[in-house]
């Protein structure tokens, strides 16, 4: 068995899966471990040095849909991947369809990375921080946590919708910063960027509170379709995330009736005159009741 470690980079991984293609090395002989393997190549059986006689194209589709699937946080993260490049590699191109067995796990993996980059985009809450704070900090401040590995990429989308402003977006595992010109990736997120993301105070949370509570409309709630759309496990990190169980809670208990905000209906509202005024005379309310016809 072959023991390789990548450091969880698709460029690693790449060289290391051409290397083991080329001494024709089958998958069920390689596995790739965790950041804290010890040995890069851990063996017992004598690694041949430089690239082996066998060659081979692949298409060039095959290489961005594996490196999307890299994204992927999971188990076999990597086997996987090499596994398609085998069978891709000797002529099975099934292998990165949805109907082959491991061609659907493939597929399944990139469908869950590009929805977690659509949660990125999605869920991402911005923070102004004080004109005061200086040039030498971002301007703007997210803290976020996605499911995989999508950071990178899926950020990207930020930079044409914030102009030439500074912004960061912090997660427990990696960080970007865009200083109004580059977008810098740390793979290991600095603890100063996630302090800063994490404890900087929004003073305009209460203003989107108090909005966020009024658009709530109980009376069109779905639980699971609110669910699938926007996972409970974004909440904690969203301003109005607090308010949502509480506002669950009052359409589940009447609310999604009348729905009608309480604070609304607290008001007395203004009382209306009994006659009507028609063409300059004045007729009475009893004369706009239904009757059956």
Known sequence: MISLECDNLFSTWRDQARWLLSHQVDPSQVSWGEVQAADLFATD???????????????KALLELLE???????????????????????????????GD???????????????????????????????EAGPELPEYVAWHEPAHDILKSASQHFVGRMG????MIATPLDGVYYDGEQLIHQRQ???????LA?????TQSEMWLTYYSHIFNPARLNPKVMEG???????????????IPGLISEARMGKQKDGQA????TKPGKKIANPINVGGGLLPMAMYQSSDV
């Open 101 to 131: 067995k491991l061609g659907s796990e493939l597929q399944r993996r990139i469908k869950q990375v590009s929805r977690e980059a659509h949660h990125l985009h999605a869920f991402v809450r911005f923070i102004a921080l004080p004109a």
């Open 229 to 243: 759309h926007l996972p409970s496990r974004f909440w904690k990190n969203l301003p109005e995330g607090k308010l």
């Open 164 to 167: 030439r402003h500074r912004w």
């Open 45 to 59: 059986e004598p690694i041949p040095e430089g690239l082996g006689p066998f060659q081979t194209r692949v298409p």
């Open 262 to 265: 309480k604070l609304i209906g």
């Open 68 to 98: 999307s699937a890299a994204c992927y946080h999971g188990d076999q993260r990597w086997s996987l991947l090499y596994e398609v490049l085998w069978r891709v590699s000797h002529g099975d191109r099934t292998a990165m369809l949805a």
């Open 198 to 202: 994490q404890n900087v105070e929004d």
């Open 189 to 195: 997120c600095p603890e100063a960027w996630r302090q």
